[in-house]
Structure formats: C-alpha cells, structure tokens
T-cell receptor, first 115, second 117 residues
C-alpha cells in the first residue's frame, strides 16, 4: 500500500528557471490536489483535478504556474520563470470522493528554493 | 468565507503531561467537515481525524481525543500522556460541502508542539 509520492523532494533553482514537480496519487483516487505551504503557515489550496479535468484554480496560481493530469493518474506542476517568492513546499494530495465525504491524504511535499 | 483559527502558536510540555490544542472555525455552511493533521519534521501531513458537522459526538483514539462543539464553533484536540514522538506541527482544517467546495481544505496556521523528555 503506497501513499501519495512526490518527486523531487527538494529542488534548488536559480531565479528565472523553470521547475516541474511530479505527484503520484494513491491508486484509484479520483481527486488530486496541489497545495503550497510557506514557513510558519498552513497549506494553501492551489488547484485540484477530478480524474483528468482541472476543476478549480486558486487566485494564488499565477499564469506562470500550470498543472496537468493527462491520464487521470499522476500529475505535474510546472512553475515557469521562477521567482524568489515561489520558494515554498508544494504538497500534493489525493482523495476518493464518495458518499461519506472526502478524506484528503497528503504526500511528503516538494521543497523549492529559488536563489 | 471560511476561516480556521489556531490561536496557540507554540506549546511546550514535559512528557506524560496532557495537552489540548485549540481550533475555532468560521463557516456559513450548515454541512462541513473538520480535520486534524499532524506534520512531523519530514513534512508529510498525516491525517488524524475527520468529523462531519452533524456528528458532535466526541471521539477517542488511544491517547488522542477530540471535542467538537458546534455552539462555540470549536474542534479541540487533546493528547493524553504526551510522548516525545508527539512533537510536530498540528493543523486544524475545514472543508465545506454545500457549495461543492469539499474539494479543498482551509487550514489554520498550525500549532508547534514540543514534548520534552
């Protein structure tokens, strides 16, 4: 039984470079979420997918950010032209939506440092 | 808009002490879910409990217990006989349902719990 896995766990990049994070959800989970967490704060919602459809995007998700879930399984989050303010932990989560609610399970996160 | 307030930022206790982590929430929905997550230094958010708004029964799981009171919009978490392994950041979170927004969680800022030997 594997949980949500994310790759890479840590990434240091120079300002202006592009970075991509990958998330593999718990198998058979139909929803996948991306959150961002900065130091001393709780996670903040970025976007979520139901199967391959991206159903909601937060205003936090600027046009430099793009997320995909091409086959309804794994997802990628790409940040273009990174800025120092993008430094954060990016958390992926998944859930199986059912009649009894929706428990969201998180991965270990991908730490991004923009220098 | 929904909001979760965790007024305590850091708590330090000695092992075997009981500790209560407070959570107060705001929502306009009548149906919602409340959660507690634990975040150890590794970074992963570990799910602890989910409670729906219609179930005010308190819950106990081993050394953990939760007190949900709709009248005060609170969902407090108590650890009995704390252990060093309980040291982590604890987050309370809220998910609304009526608006179809059970897709996302609103988190509090978290409480850093340090348990000293």
């Amino acid at each position: 039984d594997t949980g949500v896995s994310q790759d890479p766990r840590h990434k240091i990049t120079k300002r202006g470079q592009n970075v991509t994070f990958r998330c593999d959800p718990i198998s058979e989970h139909n929803r996948l979420y991306w959150y961002r967490q900065t130091l001393g704060q709780g996670p903040e919602f970025l976007t979520y997918f139901q199967n391959e459809a991206q159903l909601e995007k937060s205003r936090l998700l600027s046009d430099r950010f793009s997320a995909e879930r091409p086959k309804g399984s794994f997802s990628t989050l790409e940040i273009q032209r990174t800025e120092q303010g993008d430094s954060a932990m990016y958390l992926c989560a998944s859930s199986l939506v059912g009649a009894h609610g929706n428990t969201i399970y998180f991965g270990e996160g991908s730490w991004l440092t923009v220098v | 808009a929904q909001k979760v307030t965790q007024a305590q930022t850091e708590i330090s206790v000695v092992e075997k002490e009981d500790v209560t982590l407070d959570c107060v929430y705001e929502t306009r929905d009548t149906t919602y879910y409340l959660f507690w997550y634990k975040q150890p230094p590794s970074g992963e958010l570990v799910f602890l409990i989910r409670r729906n708004s219609f179930d005010e029964q308190n819950e106990i799981s081993g050394r953990y217990s939760w007190n949900f009171q709709k009248s005060t919009s609170s969902f407090n978490f108590t650890i009995t006989a704390s252990q060093v392994v309980d040291s982590a950041v604890y987050f309370c979170a809220l998910s609304e349902v009526n608006t179809g927004a059970n897709s996302k969680l609103t988190f509090g800022k978290g409480i850093t719990l340090s348990v000293r030997p």
